[in-house]
């Protein structure tokens, strides 16, 4: 295949865009803290697989408690992590009455704690309470395919009925990764969000891709 075919192909398969994907608020526990929540060596019940390979949501849910209010059953996410991660939207922040920056995933440094319960047990984490940064998960060829790069920042206009375009989206790229936007509830809101909802990446050099 020329360069010419080979970019033509590119152009028109990045026509159908990234699936984009609404996600709750959700807790992803580590060993130490899973233990403390539901006992010494507890493994955790795969309920339902996500979309991303290996991800899945726990049967368990437990509550985030704040000085101002509390969540009540939120998911887990399963595998368990290294350290213990809480993903929440900003007006969650404002149920719990905690100041909550927005951060990648694993970036926790410097971030507040919270009251974790479930039921009689409970544990407060010293740090990990954050917004997830709205970001893009790409396969190696899709990254490809759109011609960016891991760590990239993009924006990508949503494709709905409140069509708006997201600015400061993180590009994540992985062979395991498969390719999916994910956006938190408040701004599944703005967009009008529904399932299958797709949206077009728009690099910051102008050159657009889905």
Do not use: W
Not at 66 to 94: C, F, H, M, W, Y
Not at 176 to 187: C, G, K, R, V
Request: proline letters at 3%; hydrophobic letters at 35%.
């Amino acid at each position: 295949m020329n360069d010419i075919v080979r970019e033509v192909v590119r152009r028109v398969q990045s026509q159908l865009g990234v699936e984009v994907e609404a996600i709750e608020r959700h807790v992803h526990l580590s060993r130490q803290d899973i233990d403390a929540l539901f006992g010494k060596g507890y493994q955790l019940t795969k309920a339902k697989d996500l979309s991303q390979p290996s991800q899945f949501i726990c049967k368990e849910r437990i509550n985030l408690v704040g000085p101002k209010g509390t969540l009540k059953n939120v998911i887990i996410l399963g595998p368990e992590r290294q350290e213990t991660q809480v993903e929440v939207s900003g007006t969650d922040a404002l149920t719990l009455g905690i100041k909550v920056p927005v951060r990648q995933s694993g970036h926790i440094s410097e971030t507040p704690g919270i009251l974790i319960m479930n039921g009689v047990k409970s544990l407060r984490i010293s740090k990990g309470l954050i917004i997830a940064k709205r970001h893009v998960h790409l396969t190696l060829e899709d990254a490809e395919r759109f011609c960016v790069t891991h760590g990239e920042i993009v924006q990508v206009k949503i494709n709905g009925e409140r069509p708006l375009i997201f600015d400061d989206v993180v590009i994540r790229i992985h062979s395991n990764f498969a390719t999916f936007m994910h956006i938190d509830y408040d701004e599944a809101n703005a967009c009008g969000y529904r399932k299958g909802i797709r949206g077009t990446i728009i690099k910051k050099t102008g050159d657009n891709h889905g």
